[in-house]
Nanobody
């Protein structure tokens, strides 16, 4: 059973930084794409970032390019999203995701975590 467990969310002031984590378990993820989505109250869930577990190409939503970085620590089986220069509009529940196959915008993801709340105050 694949399990993705997010942690590290919290309250941060605008302009600050936060790193959320996703502990992945249940199988070997070397062939998987790993990603982050977020959902703000009253809004649709939106793509944030993704990369292959084994490294290589990264993908970012335009609104986070230059501010957020997705990374993976293989030894710890953990996916990270480093968020810098946070804005109030970044406030959302952040979800860790995983899928097999290639990255394609609009495609579905196989596994989801429960999410971690990130709140950015002005």
């Amino acid at each position: 059973q694949v399990q993705l467990v997010e942690s590290g969310g919290g309250l941060v002031q605008a302009g600050g930084s936060l790193r959320v984590s996703c502990a992945a378990s249940g199988r070997t993820f070397s062939s998987y794409l790993m990603g982050w989505f977020r959902q703000a109250p009253g809004k649709e869930r939106e793509f944030v970032a993704a990369r292959r577990w084994s490294g290589g190409t990264t993908y970012y939503a335009d609104f986070v390019k230059g501010r957020f970085t997705i990374s993976i620590d293989n030894a710890k089986n953990t996916v990270y999203l480093q968020m810098n220069r946070l804005k109030p509009e970044d406030t959302a529940v952040y979800y860790c995701t995983a899928k097999l196959g290639t990255f394609r915008r609009g495609s579905s993801w196989d596994y989801w975590g429960q999410g971690t709340q990130v709140t950015v105050s002005s």
